[in-house]
Every structure is written in structure tokens, then in C-alpha cells.
């Protein structure tokens, strides 16, 4: 594994031995994780997120992280953990639909190049290339020829982009067939979840052995030295978001440049400005 892939954990997030050398802060891997607990660590891991968002805009790095997975394995939920505190010009999420008739006639990664970051941009993909090992491989939408082309192809093209500087990271998230038939149940009867649901995903629920054996195959042949596959455990959705977030953190070493404190300058004199009359601009209702 080249320097810039080698995983080297911030020393902040290491456990620590007390006095008597006991580990501390070692969370029990079958404790079921408080909301407190969570939402408190949630929130440190976000302030670290933030730091490292400064380090690649200072570095200049490229930043690819991809996010893939079963059906309701939580992949949008961590998505949305790690940017909920970011600059969303500095750190983006790509989530590309249906490709368009032209699209199918190109190169193959040809729609995903546009998207991938300059200079001091994370780019996140909920789903990405990877789509034609495993959606378009178990329901037919792309040829043998075709699937066999990006079996070999797909390694080169990440050994490309690791070439060129850019950080290329990609998530696994691993969700038992009973969690995944809970969650589907569950998005059936709440109204904000239900647009989740998608023929699609039902159909992939009943095709479960066919996506373990496109998933295995294509582990074979992807999952390379210069952009390892890390797999998640997403069985409990907080659990897979706290460890994917401190894991992130880990491979890429970063150095905190928080500003120091500063005082706000005074605001210029309000002499000779008079605003407009309130009656003049439309406000919305207030129904609250």
C-alpha cells in the first residue's frame, strides 16, 4: 500500500490506559449504545470531521469516499452524519440516477469523472461505479461482455485515480437479511420513509442470493491494495455510523488548524441610513 493509502490512526482517537492500565473509552461491542452516549460522540466525531475538511482545503487534497451496500444498509444515513456540519462546497455528495440514453453509450466511468474533486474537495458517492457489479450484474441490465470488461477494467481505473493524488476510500456496509426485511417493513408504514422503498428494492429483496454472490465476485477482483474495501457492520445504524465516521478520520492524517479565538470588529455607524418601511416588503405567513 502506497504512503498516502496507508492507514494511520490519529493518535486523539486511540483508546487510553488509565493508571492501573485498564483501557478506556472501549466501547463493549454487544452494549447497546445510549442516546446520550451517542449523540455526544456523534458530535465530537463532527468536530474532528470539520478539522480534517480544513486540513484538505490547506493540503490541496482529493478526497474520494464511496458509499456501497445492500438496500436500507444505511449508507444515506452516515452520508448524512458526515456532511451535516461541512462546507458543502468543500465536501459534496454525487448520487447519480438512471443513466440517460447517451450515457449508456459511453465509456463506461465516463459519467462519474465529471464528478470526482479538485484541489481540496471531498467528494462522497452513494453508489457509484459499482453499480454495474451489482444492480446492473443481478438484474440484467448490462451484458456478460460488459461485466466481465469492468471485472478488468475497474482495478486499473482506481490504480489510475490513486496515481494521479487522489485518496480514494470505499465502504462496504454489510446488513443481515433479517435487518434488512425489519427495515423494509418499516419504511412501509412511515409516510416520510416510504419513497425509500422502490420496486427495486423489492426486487433485490427476493434476489438476496444473487447479490451475495455479485458482491463476493466482485470483492475478488476489486478489492486491491491501492483502494482496499473496508467492510461495515450496519446491523445497528448508530454503531456502523460512529465506527465508519472514527475510521474515516483514521486513514487520512490530518493536524488541527482551528483558528485561534478572534474579536468581531465594531459595525459601521448606522448615520444616514434609513430603512426601507417594513410594510413595503412581503414577508410569509406566520402560522407558527
Same mark, same amino acid.
Given at each position: 500500500?502506497?504512503?498516502?493509502?496507508?492507514?494511520?490512526?490519529?493518535?486523539?482517537?486511540?483508546?487510553?490506559? @488509565?493508571?492501573?492500565?485498564?483501557?478506556?473509552?472501549?466501547?463493549?461491542?454487544?452494549?447497546?449504545?445510549?442516546?446520550?452516549?451517542?449523540?455526544?460522540?456523534?458530535?465530537?466525531?463532527?468536530?474532528?470531521?470539520?478539522?480534517?475538511?480544513?486540513?484538505?482545503?490547506?493540503?490541496?487534497?482529493?478526497?474520494?469516499?464511496?458509499?456501497?451496500?445492500?438496500?436500507?444498509?444505511?449508507?444515506?444515513?452516515?452520508?448524512?452524519?458526515?456532511?451535516?456540519?461541512?462546507?458543502?462546497?468543500?465536501?459534496?455528495?454525487?448520487?447519480?440516477?438512471?443513466?440517460?440514453?447517451?450515457?449508456?453509450?459511453?465509456?463506461?466511468?465516463?459519467?462519474?469523472?465529471?464528478?470526482?474533486?479538485?484541489?481540496?474537495?471531498?467528494?462522497?458517492?452513494?453508489?457509484?461505479?459499482?453499480?454495474?457489479?451489482?444492480?446492473?450484474?443481478?438484474?440484467?441490465?448490462?451484458?456478460?461482455?460488459?461485466?466481465?470488461?469492468?471485472?478488468?477494467?475497474?482495478?486499473?481505473?482506481?490504480?489510475?485515480?490513486?496515481?494521479?493524488?487522489?485518496?480514494?476510500?470505499?465502504?462496504?456496509?454489510?446488513?443481515?437479511?433479517?435487518?434488512?426485511?425489519?427495515?423494509?417493513?418499516?419504511?412501509?408504514?412511515?409516510?416520510?420513509?416510504?419513497?425509500?422503498?422502490?420496486?427495486?428494492?423489492?426486487?433485490?429483496?427476493?434476489?438476496?442470493?444473487?447479490?451475495?454472490?455479485?458482491?463476493?465476485?466482485?470483492?475478488?477482483?476489486?478489492?486491491?491494495?491501492?483502494?482496499?474495501?473496508?467492510?461495515?457492520?450496519?446491523? @445497528?445504524?448508530?454503531?456502523?455510523?460512529?465506527?465508519?465516521?472514527?475510521?474515516?478520520?483514521?486513514?487520512?492524517?490530518?493536524?488541527?488548524?482551528?483558528?485561534?479565538?478572534?474579536?468581531?470588529?465594531?459595525?459601521?455607524?448606522?448615520?444616514?441610513?434609513?430603512?426601507?418601511?417594513?410594510?413595503?416588503?412581503?414577508?410569509?405567513?406566520?402560522?407558527?
Amino acid at each position: 500500500m502506497s504512503k498516502k493509502h496507508k492507514t494511520r490512526v490519529n493518535k486523539s482517537h486511540m483508546n487510553r490506559k @488509565n493508571k492501573e492500565g485498564i483501557v478506556e473509552n472501549k466501547i463493549d461491542a454487544k452494549a447497546k449504545l445510549t442516546k446520550k452516549f451517542y449523540q455526544k460522540e456523534l458530535a465530537r466525531l463532527q468536530v474532528e470531521l470539520v478539522k480534517l475538511q480544513e486540513w484538505v482545503k490547506h493540503k490541496g487534497l482529493k478526497v474520494v469516499v464511496l458509499f456501497e451496500g445492500r438496500d436500507a444498509a444505511g449508507k444515506g444515513g452516515i452520508i448524512k452524519r458526515i456532511i451535516q456540519r461541512l462546507n458543502p462546497r468543500v465536501c459534496r455528495v454525487v448520487a447519480l440516477g438512471v443513466p440517460t440514453e447517451k450515457e449508456k453509450t459511453q465509456w463506461y466511468f465516463q459519467r462519474y469523472v465529471p464528478h470526482l474533486p479538485a484541489a481540496g474537495e471531498i467528494v462522497l458517492f452513494d453508489r457509484s461505479w459499482y453499480n454495474r457489479a451489482g444492480v446492473e450484474r443481478v438484474m440484467g441490465f448490462c451484458s456478460e461482455e460488459e461485466y466481465r470488461e469492468f471485472l478488468r477494467s475497474c482495478p486499473e481505473f482506481e490504480r489510475m485515480l490513486v496515481r494521479s493524488g487522489i485518496i480514494l476510500i470505499k465502504y462496504w456496509f454489510s446488513v443481515s437479511d433479517e435487518e434488512q426485511e425489519r427495515r423494509f417493513q418499516a419504511r412501509l408504514t412511515d409516510p416520510v420513509r416510504r419513497w425509500k422503498l422502490s420496486p427495486m428494492d423489492l426486487e433485490s429483496r427476493r434476489k438476496w442470493v444473487e447479490y451475495s454472490k455479485a458482491k463476493d465476485e466482485m470483492f475478488a477482483h476489486t478489492d486491491i491494495k491501492q483502494a482496499p474495501w473496508y467492510v461495515v457492520d450496519a446491523d @445497528n445504524k448508530k454503531r456502523a455510523r460512529l465506527n465508519c465516521i472514527n475510521h474515516l478520520l483514521s486513514v487520512i492524517a490530518y493536524k488541527d488548524l482551528t483558528p485561534k479565538p478572534i474579536d468581531l470588529p465594531p459595525r459601521e455607524d448606522r448615520a444616514g441610513y434609513i430603512r426601507p418601511p417594513i410594510e413595503d416588503q412581503t414577508f410569509i405567513p406566520e402560522v407558527y
